[in-house]
């Protein structure tokens, strides 16, 4: 089997954890949906989905690369990905006093904030850093094909990230509220987010490959 079951079932809800923590992504999405409608935020989400698609398959093409010339690069990039995470960790426990304000947007269409979605995730180059320091810890050179393994845990980042971003973009009047006036809610966020990545960079490194 290419992914065994049981890497997706560390994967996944890990994923859905990560994609739950507010970030600059789904605050576009809630500004849409608060300015222009529950169908921009959903196409807000669709661009952003977009945007993440583009940046997997270039980072999944240049890993593949790199890996077939220099095998040893994973377990390298392996080990760079969890000294971020930490890193990550570190820095969502030390935030403070951050509320999580809905991204400024003007009104849009829903072609429009689709496009804006698009952009908004390519500039973003965290994104980029994320996928690299991310998706890699999962993928198993000795499986087979490092793009498709790449591919497959783009797509399901990307799918559970959609999702919930279109929640947000429904649901965004009443969220927007919620995100806007509680800093309480904002620094739990920060905390979950610092446990999820201090957890799982614990776990990657002491994993025997």
């Known amino acids: 089997m290419l992914i065994p079951i049981e890497t997706l079932a560390i994967f996944i809800p890990t994923a859905l954890a990560l994609n739950m923590t507010p970030g600059n992504d789904m605050l576009f999405c809630l500004g849409q949906g608060i300015k222009s409608g529950p169908k921009a935020g959903n196409a807000a989400s669709f661009g952003i989905a977009t945007g993440a698609m583009i940046h997997t398959l270039l980072a999944g093409l240049g890993l593949a690369a790199l890996v077939a010339a220099h095998p040893v690069a994973l377990e390298v990039l392996r080990w760079a990905g969890i000294a971020y995470l930490v890193w990550l960790a570190i820095?969502?426990?030390?935030?403070?006093?951050?509320?999580?304000?809905?991204?400024?947007?003007?009104?849009?269409?829903?072609?429009?904030?689709?496009?804006?979605?698009?952009?908004?995730?390519?500039?973003?180059?965290?994104?980029?850093?994320?996928?690299?320091?991310?998706?890699?810890?999962?993928?198993?050179?000795?499986?087979?094909?490092?793009?498709?393994?790449?591919?497959?845990?783009?797509?399901?980042?990307?799918?559970?990230?959609?999702?919930?971003?279109?929640?947000?973009?429904?649901?965004?009047?009443?969220?927007?509220?919620?995100?806007?006036?509680?800093?309480?809610?904002?620094?739990?966020?920060?905390?979950?987010?610092?446990?999820?990545?201090?957890?799982?960079?614990?776990?990657?490194?002491?994993?025997?490959?």
């Open 91 to 209: 820095g969502a426990f030390r935030s403070r006093d951050q509320q999580l304000d809905p991204a400024e947007t003007k009104r849009s269409s829903a072609f429009a904030a689709w496009r804006d979605g698009i952009v908004v995730n390519l500039l973003n180059p965290k994104i980029i850093v994320f996928v690299l320091a991310f998706i890699p810890q999962f993928v198993d050179a000795s499986r087979g094909s490092v793009l498709v393994q790449f591919v497959i845990f783009g797509l399901i980042l990307n799918i559970g990230g959609t999702i919930i971003n279109c929640l947000v973009g429904s649901f965004a009047g009443q969220l927007g509220q919620v995100f806007s006036r509680s800093a309480r809610i904002a620094r739990g966020f920060q905390i979950f987010t610092g446990c999820v990545f201090l957890g799982l960079a614990a776990k990657l490194a002491f994993d025997k490959r």
